[in-house]
Nanobody, 124 residues
Framework: QEQLVESGGGLVQPGGSLRLSCDGS????????RGWFRQAPGKERQAVSA????????YYADSVKARFTIAKNNAKNTMYLQMHTVKPEDTAVYYCAAGSDIDRVRETAAYDYWGQGTQVTVSS
């Protein structure tokens, strides 16, 4: 069974930085779409950032542009989300995902496999 494992979440002060990792080393095949989503209490899961592997095009939600960066280490099949200048509204459970629908990378329906999530809390 395909498996994604997130790590790197935690408590960070406003204005600080955090790097999330998504270990995809146990994936048995390549997926064209890799994404990061987040879900705050009482809210829907929303796309934060995504990457199409074939052409390395990236997507960022308006709320995180210029603050977050998505990257992938192909040798380790690990995806990262570097978060800078974090804000309290970034507080959520962050999930990584892998899927084949490269035309809908902003949508949860495009992804077939999800990690278990990692909590990010931005608070002083």
């Amino acid at each position: 069974q395909e498996q994604l494992v997130e790590s790197g979440g935690g408590l960070v002060q406003p204005g600080g930085s955090l790097r999330l990792s998504c270990d995809g080393s146990k994936l048995t095949q390549s997926y064209g779409a890799r994404g990061w989503f987040r879900q705050a209490p009482g809210k829907e899961r929303q796309a934060v950032s995504a990457m199409t592997i074939t052409d390395l095009n990236t997507y960022y939600a308006d709320s995180v542009k210029a603050r977050f960066t998505i990257a992938k280490n192909n040798a380790k099949n690990t995806m990262y989300l570097q978060m800078h200048t974090v804000k309290p509204e970034d507080t959520a459970v962050y999930y990584c995902a892998a899927g084949s629908d490269i035309d809908r990378v902003r949508e949860t329906a495009a992804y077939d496999y999800w990690g278990q999530g990692t909590q990010v809390t931005v608070s002083s």
